[in-house]
């Protein structure tokens, strides 16, 4: 059975940081490109990053670039995403996801003071 | 980007009735490889989302056959022929034929 569960999410203030993670299981991690969508309450989904199979090449929406960074660690199964200077409109679930196939449960963050 | 436009936003059904969700892109969702990168995921209340239907009209393995994907080039559709309790929670269409991934704004299917 494929797992995605994510971990970190949690309460931060504008300008600091944080890390999450997602441990994959269920299926070769390391064959598969991997992303990061979040859910604003109440709203759509938005795509935000990718990163391939070997960990060389990420893409990120606009919205984040040069704020977060996307990397994995196939030897652990584990995909992360660094965030960075937050502001309050990346209050969000954040979801591990093998798009459109498999998703993890979420995490929540919160940016405020 | 691709916007995809999904209508209705809401939509109010009895148990048994046949529903129908529309997806529109703003531009073409087949691929030079001949592929439609048109999906249909369902996000049920306090649920992360879960895919239903791929490359248009693909079931994915575990979803009931009342579900079925249409549709070619800009306008897709998503049926759900006799409704049930389960089906209840917000519909999006996704794309992946163009980068970046793009998501409908979502149908809120509800009990009438």
């Known amino acids: 059975e494929v797992q995605l569960v994510e971990s970190g999410g949690s309460l931060v203030q504008p300008g600091g940081s944080l890390k999450l993670s997602c441990v994959a299981s269920?299926?070769?991690?390391?064959?598969?490109?991997m992303d990061w969508v979040r859910q604003t309450p109440g709203k759509s989904l938005e795509w935000i990053g990718e990163?391939?199979?070997?960990?060389?090449?990420?893409n990120y929406a606009p919205s984040i670039k040069d704020r977060f960074t996307i990397s994995r660690d196939n030897a652990k199964s584990t995909l992360y995403l660094q965030m960075s200077n937050v502001k309050s409109d990346d209050t969000a679930i954040y979801y591990c996801t093998r798009i459109p196939d498999y998703w993890g449960q979420g995490v929540m963050v919160t940016v405020s003071s | 980007d691709v916007v995809l436009t999904q209508t209705p936003p809401t939509l109010s059904a009895t148990i048994g009735q046949s529903v129908s969700i529309s997806c529109r892109s703003s531009?073409?969702?087949?691929?030079?490889?001949?592929?439609?990168?048109l999906h249909w995921l369902l996000q049920r209340p306090g649920q992360s989302p879960q895919l239903l239907i791929y490359l248009v009209s693909r079931l994915e393995s575990g979803v009931p056959n009342r579900f079925s994907g249409s549709g070619s080039g800009t306008d897709f559709t998503l049926k759900i022929s006799g409704v049930e309790a389960e089906d209840l929670g917000v519909y999006y269409c996704?794309?992946?034929?163009?980068?970046?991934?793009?998501f409908g704004g979502g149908t809120k299917l509800e009990l009438k």
């Open positions: 269920g299926f070769t991690f390391s064959n598969y490109w």
């Open positions: 531009q073409s969702l087949l691929h030079s490889n001949g592929n439609t990168y």
């Open positions: 996704v794309q992946g034929t163009h980068a970046p991934w793009t």
């Open positions: 990163i391939n199979t070997d960990g060389s090449k990420t």
